[in-house]
């Protein structure tokens, strides 16, 4: 039992000593980061996934950077746009297996297979998108058409620069609105504005 007991006292004073080692070593890279470099090493150790909020050339990336060489893992970074889509995220769809009637997707490089993420601009992807994210992030799992598979993500570090974006989606959370509600709330506020100003600026136009 005593043996027991020290072997585990043992194991838990290494894994101490490699996180104060990875702690100071980020330190000495990165200042004034303390908290959030805290942060990432306890959503490392828990298996957690990071969001910061902060202006650009904060050390957002830097930092992501720093965690993928303290675990020696495959990183994958990518600055999404209202435009990325999903098969920039987890590969592309298999073109031989789409002439032989499968529906697949050649992952290597992408996502499911990195270890560490980067993903910038979080707030800026589109509902297919962030959909595509969430079984990924919360069950550790790809469905890459050969059915579910387990990926090796350990840690995603999302970032955002703030502005109007990431305050109509903490409005929606707080509302309890999804981002595809959002999006269709949006698109009936431009339909209505191009149906009340149309006929004005028509009038405008005619008299001028």
Known sequence: MSATTTATKSLSEIARDKIATARGELNARMIERDAEIDICLTALVAGEHVLFVGPPGTGKSM??????????????????TKFTDPSEIVGPISLNDLKAGKYTRVTTGKLPEAET???DEIF???SAMLTTLLKMLNERTFNDGHGDKTIPLRLCVAASNGGTTSQDL?????????????????????LA?????GPILLTLNATS
């Open 63 to 80: 930092l992501c950077d720093g965690i993928t060489e303290l675990v020696h893992g495959l990183k994958f970074g990518y600055l999404m």
């Open 117 to 119: 993420a980067f993903l």
């Open 124 to 126: 800026k992807g589109r």
């Open 170 to 190: 903490k409005t929606g959370f707080l509302i309890g609105a999804t981002p595809r509600l959002q999006q269709i709330a949006i698109l009936i506020g431009a």
């Open 193 to 197: 504005s191009s149906l009340a100003l």
